[in-house]
């Protein structure tokens, strides 16, 4: 798993995602795109608030990309990360995340297959 800046990690995920959509800009919470290959969740949280241990199965790469604030995150109960505004860790989908936002944060979140 590696933490590491922004552009490098998300133009190498656009280039491997095929999408043929029209434009769309959202600012909701949940599940904001999603298509063949792969689906972008968003998530607000307050400091304080939890992503409870879970997995992804049947998807290949996840991309944890926090814009504001910073995320305590776990990955296999073991293995232990900082993610600030302006990083982003990758993993995989088979691996166990759990989070806890230092401070007030947002993290966009792509699955891909």
Same mark, same amino acid.
Not at 31 to 59: A, C, L, R, T, W
């Given at each position: 798993?590696?933490?590491?800046?922004?552009?490098?990690?998300?133009?190498?995920?656009?280039?491997?995602?095929?999408?043929?959509?029209?434009?769309?800009?959202?600012?909701?919470?949940?599940?904001?795109?999603?298509?063949?290959?792969?689906?972008?969740?968003?998530?607000?949280?307050?400091?304080?608030?939890?992503?409870?241990?879970?997995?992804?199965? @049947?998807?290949?790469?996840? !991309?944890? $990309? /926090?814009?504001?604030?910073?995320? *305590? +995150?776990?990955?296999?109960?073991?293995?232990?990360?900082?993610?600030?505004?302006?990083?982003?860790?990758?993993? @995989?989908?088979?691996?166990? !995340?759990? $989070? /806890?936002?230092?401070?007030?944060? *947002? +993290?966009?979140?792509?699955?891909?297959?």
């Amino acid at each position: 798993m590696k933490v590491s800046n922004i552009p490098a990690v998300l133009l190498s995920a656009l280039f491997s995602i095929a999408v043929s959509a029209a434009p769309l800009v959202s600012s909701e919470n949940g599940k904001i795109f999603s298509g063949e290959n792969y689906m972008v969740v968003k998530k607000d949280m307050k400091k304080g608030e939890q992503i409870k241990p879970h997995d992804h199965p @049947g998807f290949k790469t996840l !991309i944890f $990309a /926090v814009g504001k604030g910073s995320f *305590d +995150v776990t990955l296999n109960q073991t293995e232990k990360h900082t993610v600030v505004a302006g990083s982003v860790l990758r993993f @995989g989908g088979d691996a166990v !995340i759990e $989070a /806890v936002a230092t401070e007030d944060a *947002d +993290v966009a979140i792509t699955l891909i297959k």
